[in-house]
């Protein structure tokens, strides 16, 4: 019942990251730019100070250098094969970003958060299906906030929006509940998982956030939410 309760929160993260999104009317170059950084800055702490240490504590560096580049990789070879336009501030202002790369890089690098999620609740260390489940949930917010907002500001209609980022949450749900299922032989899986999230992550913040919160000469002041977003995840991390 615990494992079934803390798999069905972790996953939940995502839905209700989305809604602070679905309040956002009318959005500002200014906002947008801010709400991405700040978003950014999250991702990065979560990353940083619950995912990487995760990884490092249940297994080693090769491990952790290993996950994380697949993750890259992965993303990588998402936006290099997926149809999709980059936005050119300048050159091109009307010009919109197809949203299928974002939504196919969450739910895909949902797979193994969630598989890691479900294998360490089977696994026979107590502590350990809590503290995985904890650190993909905290990284859930921000990911759900993200693809909601990245969604609405492209046009996609508010409840089309919330659905696609739940859709990407229901993922992690399913194989969660897979990971349910396999034994401990399978316990060598939860850090890579924890390490491709990480991976993932810091891909979208480099490739995605931080160039497109810096596209419209908002620099500053997104800097700012950068650094908030950052120390608003190591404050909640550290309380917790």
Sequence with gaps: MEAHLGIFISALCTALG????????????????????????????????????????LSNMFVLTVGILLGTLTLTLLETYLPHVELEHAN????????????????????????????????????????????????????????????????????????????TGAIEFVSSLIGLQLTDQFLGVVPYGLAFAAGSMLFVVYKELIPESHGDGNEKSATFSFVIGLLTMIIITDMS
């Excluded at 956002?24 to 990487?52: E, F, Q």
């Design 18 to 57: 989305a809604l602070p999104a679905l309040l956002l009317n009318n959005v500002s170059h200014r906002l947008k730019d801010n709400l991405l950084a700040y978003s950014a800055g999250i991702m990065v702490a979560a990353s940083t100070y619950a995912l990487i240490p995760s990884t490092l504590k």
């Design 92 to 167: 091109h202002p009307g010009q919109q970003a197809n949203p299928l790369l974002l939504i196919a890089a969450m739910a895909i690098h949902n797979i193994p958060e969630g598989i890691s999620v479900g294998v360490s609740y089977a696994s026979h260390y107590e502590e350990l299906g809590s503290l995985v489940s904890f650190s993909i949930g905290l990284q859930n917010f921000p990911e759900g906030f993200l693809v909601c907002l990245f969604l609405i500001t492209n046009r996609v209609s508010k409840l089309r929006a919330f659905l696609y980022t739940a859709f």
